[in-house]
């Protein structure tokens, strides 16, 4: 823990720790300082809290923005599912649907389930799946700057690729 983390953990008298955005990452600090009995203040620029992340409903149909899915890597992820009294909210995907679709132009388009399937869905341009073959023999970035998951996609891959396999 840095010096600046533990000054804001221990300097909680008449203080409040400033939140900006009320995405997944915001509202989970938000709920783990209020925890710890740290007064908190977040700051969200929409009309609604969650981010990208938004369930709707219509008739039998559940549609999902942002992450929809979750993989319990970490034994953290599923303590907080349980502390903040999510675990019996959890939609598990049903085992006899074989099939996942996101939306392409304007309609459900099936999602490949194989890396041979990859190659012939439609999901996917032949641009993009020339680009994921390509992919393994572009070279390295050699320069040190940090750079983030959709730059990354977009320089060894495409647009094509961050918007129908990585966003989702």
């Not at 915001?26 to 977040?42: E, K, S, V």
């Not at 938004?54 to 890597?73: D, I, K, V």
């Not at 996942?100 to 996917?124: A, D, I, K, N, Q």
Request: proline share 7%; charged share 20%.
């Amino acid at each position: 823990m840095d010096n600046h983390s533990t000054q804001a953990g221990t300097a909680t008298a008449g203080r409040s720790v400033a939140i900006v955005g009320a995405g997944i990452t915001g509202l989970t600090a938000a709920f783990r300082l209020h925890q710890a009995g740290i007064p908190i203040t977040i700051y969200e620029a929409s009309h609604r809290v969650g981010g990208v992340i938004q369930s709707l409903r219509q008739g039998s149909y559940l549609a999902e923005f942002g992450p929809n899915s979750l993989l319990e890597t970490s034994t953290r992820i599923t303590d907080l599912l349980r502390d903040a009294g999510l675990e019996p909210r959890l939609l598990h995907s049903d085992p006899a649907a074989e099939n996942r679709y996101l939306v392409r132009w304007r309609r459900p388009v099936r999602m490949p389930t194989s890396p041979p399937g990859f190659f012939t869905c439609e999901l996917f341009s032949w641009r993009a799946k020339l680009a994921l073959l390509r992919e393994p023999f572009l070279p390295r970035r050699t320069d040190p700057a940090e750079e983030s998951v959709a730059d990354f996609v977009l320089r060894r891959l495409n647009r094509e690729f961050l918007d129908y396999a990585i966003n989702p």
